[in-house]
């Protein structure tokens, strides 16, 4: 059987970083923490920072916390999350957008998400920024696949269990979205930089639910996307080599004009990608009862269909 596997080119260890500044040496009415990248590029580190600007000053309160991420003169071990490509920020109705210059893209990859996480961890403690943005030039940000970042949490960069992620991989995905008309695959190898504490089977399905880049104004890059981008990942797992991707109830909501074979072999074939994953079962809410589309059970264990493969 043909097999072709996401290679990682870097892997990345959860550190717990954390500041020999003690409580005691701080000095301040107001307690936050500051994030920063360490200078090696491989975790988010961080330091207590105490203030006596108070959160109803919102403004000052944020320009202080960014001048101190800023600073990292008197921190020869951090890079600094915001970098001279930091040009200007709003701020409205708990959303800020943050844009930077077009320096910003030469980051490489894992240290761009890593600064990212940074920021959006020590300026979303501010009481009234519940999210913040990334432009480039004034242009959404998008990933090293080309799909836009969107609005960032604080728990955006937090893992299933609960715990904060310090650590990304990157990786090499071949992933399958509809072509033109709807009615067959295309392949598109996608370079991901994702959260290295989740499953592969996961993040591939993840990708999908993302849709292919865009190009600009030229539309999609390569492909069309297959999945209601309103479906929600209840739980991926493989045992015996079959993966059970559950789903919520959006799956059965088709939003794009592509055919049901299309939409399913979209998640089956480029989820036997990975090593380990030979058949597939998708279910909606735990139960695979469930007619797709009228014509098609999903208690079928789906092999690889390679017929509708352009």
């Known amino acids: 059987m043909r097999k072709r596997t996401g290679l990682f080119f870097l892997i990345l ?3 717990t970083c954390v500041s020999a500044c003690g409580r005691d040496e701080l000095k301040g009415e107001y307690r936050y923490t500051i994030y920063y990248v360490n200078k090696e590029g491989t975790c988010v580190v961080s330091e207590e920072y105490a203030t006596d600007t108070s959160a ?13 991420m800023r600073d990292t003169s008197e921190k020869p071990e951090y890079l600094s999350p915001l970098s001279e490509s930091f040009q200007d920020y709003t701020l409205n109705e708990g959303q800020m957008n943050m844009d930077f210059s077009e320096a910003y893209m030469r980051q490489e990859p894992i ?17 009234g920024i519940d999210t913040i943005t990334f432009s480039v030039e004034n242009e959404t940000l998008a ?10 949490a604080a728990d955006s960069f937090i893992d299933n269990a609960g715990t904060e992620i310090n650590a990304y991989a990157e990786t090499k995905f071949l992933l399958y979205f509809a072509n033109e008309a709807g009615n ?8 991901v930089v ?19 880049g865009k190009d600009g104004d030229m539309g999609y890059e390569t492909g069309y996307p297959t999945i209601n981008p309103a479906v929600t990942i209840l739980s991926v797992t493989v045992k015996d080599r079959v993966c059970y991707v559950n789903l919520s109830e959006e799956f059965l909501t088709p939003v794009y004009d592509v055919t049901s074979s299309v939409a399913l072999y979209s998640v089956v074939n480029s989820l036997v990608e990975l090593p380990g994953v030979n058949r597939v079962q998708i279910s909606i809410d735990g139960d695979t009862n469930v007619t797709y589309r009228d014509n098609v059970s999903l208690t079928t264990v789906f092999d690889r269909n390679l017929d509708i493969v352009e």
Do not use: C
């Open 56 to 68: 109803e000053d919102k403004e000052a309160l944020l320009r202080e916390l960014m001048d101190s």
């Open 143 to 152: 990933d090293i696949s080309g799909v836009p970042v969107g609005a960032m």
């Open 13 to 15: 260890l959860i550190l």
């Open 184 to 191: 067959g695959l295309v392949e598109v190898e996608r370079n």
């Open 194 to 212: 994702y959260n290295s504490n989740i499953s592969m089977e996961r993040q591939v399905v993840e990708e999908l639910i993302k849709g292919p």
């Open 111 to 127: 240290v761009e998400v890593l600064r990212r996480a940074a920021v959006v961890r020590t300026l979303t403690q501010i009481e």
